[in-house]
């Protein structure tokens, strides 16, 4: 059956082997997962010295890791995590097949929308999964990842209630250290975690680089912070997504504990890469117009970003 | 009576000798009329080799202009032409009593709204006029200003219908080669510039240092810029100024003319200065909102460059 556990040992791909791949793969790997890494930049180094992890929950470093060049020396796997940036989703037509066994689930770690879409309409919506990341990490090296901080996840499935495989991944993520909610609703879970990335990580680029205590202390750049969350929560509940309206000072008083925190979007542009404008404000931008939302923020934002992104 | 027309031969000073004040006047000049600029940076270099314009009308040498480098100098004068970075208003308090006499005309050509206010609460409001230029210039060198097409002004009174000096001083303009307008509302009027220049000044900045084609060249943009017009019509309309809507597709039309033009505000981003982002922005939003308007785009333009223009 398509939705049952996996088998005991069963076999692991991760795909995108960023800061995100190499964080949650390598909590995976450090409690004995039977993982597999597709590695491009890093390979060689990885495959020389290993994978490191510095955590705020204590360090860790896997000396050997499998790290393969190319998917099909993984071949077909149970599990597919899959982390790369959402701009570089076309990639994913070469990269899956060769992973895909009958029953291979594909779980994206990706931000925003379109990503659970993307892969159902290319691989068959029966395979695929999303989790949320809720998590301060950069790639500081190659092989070397910096936690700083926070690290759940939240799983669940594609237009479809969790299943036994989910229920299954939720409580191995957790058993390897990792607090792991189940997403009784993927949909709703993205539009909240919406709520805090249209803002914060757009406003850290449009306002000019700017770290996130920077737009808490600007009274201005504040009010229009909770602006955004309230327009992305208006579009959430036109698609029949209830967020109440006090998760924006949820939202507030969870970034005042995160000091001069930089949004990846904010490190992406920082380092001159491609912004994930699409996943992170077209979609929801599109989904929010197309059930009646009213949101000129949100669309003022996304033109901007795009602009921006394109001229980086 | 305060607002009757000046004696012959009537003495002009300039203020703010950038490209504004070097080009009307310099052609004041050029036909002879009794103008005295206040330099500062450019004081040597005009004294030695005056002021030079270059202009599709007809490039002009001015090789001698009475440029004078404080306003007691000057002295009392007739007509005061305003054209300092509103950024600079402060500084008229010092600059503008030495020019007085008791029935000096302050004309004020700058940017955007809170000009004549802050002349008016600090002169008298009797003395306060106030010009819209529509002009594309450029100071490129010490007393050297590019023009670079357009040229026209529109003169009105502050707060009161025209005067006899009002029509005067449309007529001496006018007499010097300048297409003239007496503006019957000189509110209304900024509030017509502003349609242009909220959106065109503002994006030409947010959206990453781009001229006005790539703005009308990107579909969202354009479409961006429309609402922004359209809320600064919204705007002027509550508070009594009403202006077509279709003014819009004619500011559009007007500025695929202009081609790769880089608005005043982007000059000053991209050079560094401060830019006008209260007389342009602030002071417009914050009469929208007053009177009731819903300007989310403005408010939002606003907010942004604010931190912009504070982080350049």
């Given at each position: 059956?398509?939705?049952?556990?996996?088998?005991?040992g069963?076999k692991?791909?991760?795909?995108?082997?960023?800061?995100?791949?190499?964080?949650y793969?390598?909590r995976?790997a450090?409690?004995?997962?039977?993982?597999?890494?597709?590695?491009r930049?890093?390979?060689?180094?990885?495959?020389k010295?290993?994978?490191q992890?510095r955590?705020?929950?204590?360090d860790f470093?896997?000396?050997?890791?499998?790290?393969?060049?190319s998917?099909?020396e993984?071949?077909?796997s149970?599990l597919?995590?899959?982390a790369?940036?959402t701009?570089?989703?076309?990639?994913?037509?070469?990269?899956?097949?060769?992973?895909?066994?009958?029953?291979?689930?594909?779980?994206?770690?990706?931000?925003?929308?379109?990503?659970e879409?993307?892969?159902a309409?290319?691989?068959?919506?029966?395979?695929?999964m999303?989790?949320?990341?809720?998590?301060?990490?950069?790639?500081?090296?190659?092989?070397?990842?910096?936690?700083?901080g926070?690290?759940?996840?939240?799983?669940?499935?594609f237009?479809?209630p969790?299943?036994?495989?989910?229920?299954?991944v939720?409580?191995?993520?957790?058993?390897?250290?990792?607090?792991t909610?189940?997403?009784e609703?993927?949909?709703?879970?993205r539009?909240?975690?919406?709520?805090?990335?249209?803002?914060?990580n757009?406003?850290?680029?449009?306002?000019?680089k700017?770290?996130?205590?920077?737009?808490?202390?600007?009274?201005?750049l504040?009010?229009?912070?909770?602006?955004?969350?309230?327009?992305?929560?208006e579009?959430?509940?036109?698609?029949?997504?209830?967020?109440p309206?006090?998760?924006?000072?949820?939202?507030?008083?969870?970034?005042?504990?995160?000091?001069?925190?930089k949004?990846s979007?904010?490190?992406d542009?920082?380092?001159?890469?491609?912004?994930?404008v699409?996943?992170?404000w077209?979609?929801?931008?599109?989904?929010?117009?197309k059930a009646g939302?009213?949101?000129?923020?949100?669309?003022?934002?996304?033109?901007?970003?795009?602009k921006?992104?394109?001229?980086n």
């Open positions: 059956m398509k939705f049952d556990a996996f088998p005991t069963f692991i791909a991760v795909i995108g082997s960023g800061a995100i791949g190499c964080y793969g390598g995976l450090q409690h004995g997962r039977n993982v597999h890494f597709l590695m930049r890093d390979l060689e180094a990885v495959r010295d290993g994978l992890v955590s705020p929950d204590g470093h896997l000396p050997q890791v499998n790290a393969a060049g998917t099909p993984i071949g077909p149970d597919v995590l899959i790369l940036k701009t570089s989703n076309t990639d994913l037509e070469k990269l899956v097949p060769p992973l895909l066994g009958e029953n291979t689930a594909l779980l994206t770690l990706q931000n925003g929308f379109g990503n879409d993307f892969l309409e290319r691989f068959g919506a029966e395979r695929v999303g989790g949320l990341c809720f998590v301060c990490l950069n790639r500081v090296a190659r092989g070397v990842i910096e936690h700083y926070h690290g759940s996840l939240s799983i669940g499935e237009n479809r969790p299943q036994p495989r989910t229920r299954q939720v409580e191995e993520f957790a058993a390897c250290g990792i607090v909610r189940l997403a609703n993927l949909v709703t879970e539009w909240r975690k919406l709520v805090w990335n249209v803002p914060f757009g406003l850290s680029i449009a306002a000019g700017i770290t996130t205590d920077a737009i808490l202390a600007d009274a201005d504040c009010a229009l912070a909770r602006s955004l969350m309230a327009e992305v929560i579009a959430a509940g036109r698609e029949g997504h209830a967020i309206r006090d998760f924006i000072e949820v939202q507030i008083a969870r970034t005042r504990t995160m000091g001069a925190y949004p979007s904010l490190i542009y920082a380092e001159g890469r491609e912004v994930e699409e996943s992170i077209g979609e929801p931008y599109r989904r929010g117009l939302a009213d949101v000129p923020r949100l669309e003022m934002l996304y033109f901007l970003l795009k921006l992104s394109v001229r």
